[in-house]
């Protein structure tokens, strides 16, 4: 490894992540050792015929194998982006991912049509990842981060800390809204795997995110509906909630957003890839 150039480097890691099995290979071999050697992608980039540092060879390996052994990229390295922030990852949280970037889309065209004094809750915060980035972008906002896991809450912390938002993320501990207070916009993503499909799903995210994070009941829709069921105490009028879903749960989870909000604008919003994913309900009052 001491005489192997960046470059040969990552053709070697490159062959060995796609015999694994393993998308955007050449990509991830570039994070693993930029992360080994101390540096960023583009200065790796920048050197590929340099030697490997002999002090990143051996952290190398030892990232590289974590990663043949299919733990996720974002718990080796600590980190991934998400909607242009760096968001701190650890096994107690979910790693965000692009789709819920939708969740963020939405709070900041309410923060844009309201003004800054909207009231926003994120349900089911995790690691802090919508939270931060509502507030990221939209300078003035308060929002109620909740989480219900000991783990995330540690996660989510550290990463509002990390960004400077201690003043403008509040940090709750708490099980969805329950206690929470009334809000213009409250934003979930909260588990919605079912039973069934969580013996399905790959590997690398079965055996390394937390369960409790991803499973929401026999039918995956229960925690869903449990915010529901919760939310018209907690929604102001005029208000509007959004929470992400599964492909296949648009009729169970509309079904129960009529039966809690009664003449309430409801509707299920598809991804960039034609899925359906995120439940939007908009009461009426207001302005």
Known sequence: MSDATVAETLHSATRRLESAGIDDARLESE????????VDRAHLLANLPDAVDPGAGPRFESLLARRL???PLAYIVGHREFYGIDVACGPG?????????MLVELALDEVRKRGSGVRIADVGTGSGAIAIAIAANAPGVHIAAIESSAEALA????????????????LREGDLLEGAGTFDVIVANLPYVSEADWTDLEPEIRDNEPRAALVGGHNGTE?????????????????????????????????????????????????????????????????
């Open 155 to 170: 996660v989510a912390r550290r990463n509002i800390e990390r960004h400077g938002l201690t003043p403008r993320i509040e």
């Open 69 to 71: 052994a299919h733990e």
């Open 93 to 101: 949280a979910l790693i965000p991912r692009p789709e819920t970037e």
């Open 223 to 287: 925690v869903v509906e449990r915010l529901l069921e919760q939310a018209p105490a907690h929604l102001a009028p005029g208000g509007v909630l959004a929470a992400e879903i599964g492909d296949t749960q648009a009729e169970r989870v509309l079904a129960a957003a009529h039966r809690r909000f009664p003449g309430a604008l409801a509707c299920v919003m598809k991804d960039l890839g034609g899925r359906d994913r995120m439940l939007v309900v908009r009461i009426g009052g207001g302005g």
């Open 31 to 38: 994070v693993l050792l930029a992360s080994a050697s101390g």
